[in-house]
């Protein structure tokens, strides 16, 4: 009940303010303008066994892109904004857990999140009405997405309850998913053992076996323990004011 | 119903809060009275477990602020410092949003949501967005929220700042009627407004309690002696020698301020009986042949209160010896 009020309440605030249609928006045509070119390119130069597989490969890993972009500005508000009008102090003072707070943040997060990616669903649907295609892959690629997008929602959440300021969390919350991107880039400049690591670590290797149409329990256990971390981090740091500046 | 022991609040270096104690008895109202700066906020945060002093505890209806923070939350309303509610929602969206956060149900639901629209007066402005609001209907939103589930305990963290003077009047009125059946804690800088919505006035002053009691008996405590304004139609010299012999009077004090005019002379005469005085500097200045233009009691206002109790607080604690300092009345012509 508490934490379905809470719920209600983050989700109208999405939908009051003009960021969510212009991130929605700014997702949607850049998606779609990926969809387009990426389309047009296996039409004209189409290569491999399967093109329509390796095109929906590209064009999940391209919408990878879009999300690292979008995703922190829906993100950044959820408590800076709160610390920033001052209404966190009502809203800890209301008889309200921590975890149902998080909560409420979370899933309203996850649920603009997912309005934004259904969106996307246009393009195979248009594609299945011109050429039928096996959909199981693409499935397993969208579950890659919507995992990779809760991963976003995770650390954009716990970067955002450490500032007040919406824009900081924000550029912080790009930084360390560009971080998680390029991890293990630079193959030259890291030594074999350590490289072994950081892919280990690398969310976007992680994605890629969800792009290929293949759901492996490892990744879906990387994004699980991702999430739970990022969650946890959060709640430790919604606890702190119990014990800052207590002896 | 609220209890504070030996409460401290340290936040870094700085001593927010020292070693405050007092008591709020159920139904009681009191005031927590000091300048900016002075503590209040940081004490009523730790009552509605916002976060937990650094020593010493506090209880509100039986539970531990630190340790039972939930279910002492379920019992208290809260108005919190200058907070807008959610500037993008709507008044009555955001009290049914309240409502639903403290699980009133049913009929209950929509019949609380009209009686605080009702009595704080936000009929009008119900499906107005906050954010569009004026200073003083916020405010009000804000004393809606924390009336709404009929808490036992309302803890209002200046509930009349940034009001104008009518709407004050009305917010007073709101709280002296919940008086009996809701224990009030407010805190102000305001002085009168303690005298007019309060039982009982805790004084801080950078953290430290200075003083407690009602009103009237801190004014009875503070002042020990009267004092009389006296205004005459004389000659300033001989008036103030004979006020002087007048029997009873202590001390005399010359008062001309940028009110003076023309040929009279003022003076505050310090006594220790108020009544029979009065009467014998009436007689003596009308015995001599001046013209007696006013003659009344100086009552100490709370203004004055303040100031004597934390100069003198500082005067024990530093030497500092201003202590000492005849009072300023702030009501001298």
């Known amino acids: 009940m508490t934490c379905l009020a809470l719920f209600r309440k983050e989700l109208l605030s999405y939908f009051v303010s003009p960021l969510f249609y212009v991130v929605a928006a700014v997702f949607l045509c850049l998606s779609g303008y990926y969809f387009y070119t990426d389309l047009i390119f296996f039409v004209t130069f189409g290569f491999g066994m399967n093109i329509l597989e390796n095109f929906w490969q590209l064009l999940l890993v391209d919408l990878r892109l879009v999300m690292l972009l979008s995703m922190p500005l829906l993100t950044m508000r959820l408590f800076a904004e709160e610390k920033k009008l001052g209404t966190i102090e009502l809203l800890l003072t209301y008889p309200v857990r921590d975890a149902e707070l998080f909560v409420a943040k979370f899933a309203a997060c996850a649920a603009v999140f997912g309005v934004m990616l259904a969106g996307t669903l246009l393009y195979p649907i248009y594609v299945q009405v011109i050429q039928p295609f096996p959909w199981v892959p693409l499935i397993a690629g969208y579950l890659g997405l919507f995992l990779l997008g809760l991963s976003f929602i995770a650390c954009g959440i716990f970067v955002s309850s450490l500032t007040e300021n919406q824009v900081v969390a924000g550029m912080a919350t790009i930084g360390i998913l560009l971080l998680f991107w390029i991890l293990s880039w630079n193959e030259a400049a890291t030594s074999p053992e350590l490289l072994r690591v950081l892919i280990r670590l690398s969310m976007f290797d992680h994605f890629q076996t969800f792009a290929r149409g293949v759901i492996d329990a490892q990744d879906v256990a990387y994004f699980v323990f991702f999430i739970s971390f990022f969650s946890f981090l959060t709640l430790r740091v919604l606890e702190s004011r119990k014990w800052r500046g207590r002896r | ?333």
Request: hydrophobic residues 40%.
């Open chain 2, 1 to 333: 119903m609220i209890e504070i022991e030996h409460l401290t609040k340290h936040f870094g270096s700085t001593r927010a809060v020292q070693d405050v104690s007092f008591t709020v008895r159920r139904g009681e109202a009191i005031g927590l009275l000091g300048p900016n700066g002075s503590g209040k906020t940081t004490i009523m945060r730790v009552l509605t477990g916002f976060f937990p002093p650094t020593s010493g505890r506090a209880r509100v209806a039986g539970y531990d602020a630190a340790e039972q923070s939930l279910a002492l939350r379920r019992t208290i309303g809260y108005l919190p410092e200058s907070v807008v509610p959610y500037p993008d929602m709507r008044v009555r969206r955001f009290l049914q949003f309240c409502a639903d956060v403290r699980r009133i149900t049913g009929p209950r639901r929509a019949q609380r949501i009209d009686a605080v629209m009702h009595d704080c007066g936000l009929r009008e402005v119900a499906d107005r967005l906050i954010g569009t609001l004026s200073k003083g209907y916020r405010q009000r939103v804000g004393l809606a929220q924390a009336l709404l589930h009929e808490p036992a305990v309302l803890i209002l963290d200046e509930p009349t700042v940034g009001l104008d003077p009518r709407q004050i009047i009305e917010i007073r009125t709101l709280i002296r009627g919940l008086r009996g059946r809701t224990t009030v804690l407010l805190s102000t800088h305001i002085l009168p407004e303690v005298s007019m919505t309060c039982e009982r006035v805790v004084i801080i002053d950078r953290g430290r309690i200075v003083a407690e009691d009602t009103a009237e008996a801190l004014t009875r405590r503070v002042e020990g002696e009267n004092r009389t304004f006296v205004r005459v139609d004389g000659p300033r010299e001989a008036v103030g020698a004979a006020l002087a012999t007048v029997p009873g009077v202590d001390a005399i004090e010359r008062a001309d301020g940028a009110a003076a005019s023309g040929d009279t002379c003022s003076f505050i005469v310090h006594s220790g009986t108020g009544e029979t005085v009065r009467k014998a500097i009436a007689a003596a200045v009308v015995a001599r042949g001046w013209g007696l233009v006013e003659v009344r009691p100086l009552a100490l206002s709370l203004e004055d209160l303040f100031v004597r109790l934390v100069t003198s607080e500082a005067a024990a604690r530093g030497g500092a010896g201003f202590a000492a300092r005849p009072l300023e009345p702030s009501d001298r012509p």
